[in-house]
C-alpha cells in the first residue's frame, strides 16, 4: 500500500527541461502530502520542493525557487516537478515522497513513509 511509481528522469544541456512525474499505485486512496527530494553522490539527500495535498501550498528549496514547479493532479493521484532552466548542479538522483500527514518540516526525509524509485536527471553540455 502507498507505492509510488516516478518516471521523467534524463540527460539535458544547461538551460533545458524536464517533467517528473510521480504516481500512487492502483487501489490507493485519497492523496497525501507529498515533496520532491535529491541526492548525489556523496551528498546528503536535500528537499527540492513539496506540495500539501489538500491545500495545494508549496514550498521551494532556495536552489530552485523560480525554476522549478510542483503540480498535482487528484484524478490521476499523480504527483509533477516541472524543472525549467536546468544547471549542472541540479544533477542527481530525483526522489519522489508521500505521507499520509504534513507533520514538520517538509525537509527532513524521515518526514515521507512511501518513496518512488528515484530517476536520474543529469544536466550537463
Known amino acids: 500500500q502507498g507505492q509510488l511509481v516516478e518516471s521523467g528522469g534524463g540527460s539535458v544541456h544547461p538551460g533545458g527541461s524536464l517533467r517528473l512525474s510521480c504516481a500512487a499505485a492502483?487501489?490507493?486512496?485519497?492523496?497525501?502530502?507529498m515533496a520532491w527530494f535529491r541526492q548525489a553522490p556523496g551528498k546528503e539527500r536535500e528537499g527540492v520542493g513539496e506540495?500539501?495535498?489538500?491545500?495545494?501550498?508549496?514550498n521551494y528549496a532556495d536552489s530552485v525557487n523560480g525554476r522549478f514547479t510542483i503540480s498535482q493532479d487528484h484524478a490521476e493521484k499523480t504527483l509533477y516537478l516541472q524543472m525549467n532552466t536546468l544547471k549542472p548542479e541540479d544533477t542527481a538522483m530525483y526522489y519522489c515522497?508521500?505521507?499520509?500527514?504534513?507533520?514538520?518540516?517538509?525537509?527532513?526525509?524521515?518526514?515521507?513513509?512511501?518513496w518512488g524509485q528515484g530517476t536520474q536527471v543529469t544536466v550537463s553540455s
Open positions: 506540495i500539501h495535498g489538500v491545500r495545494g501550498d508549496t
Open positions: 492502483d487501489g490507493t486512496s485519497g492523496w497525501w502530502c
Open positions: 515522497a508521500a505521507s499520509t500527514t504534513c507533520r514538520g518540516p517538509w525537509y527532513v526525509p524521515s518526514r515521507y513513509r512511501f
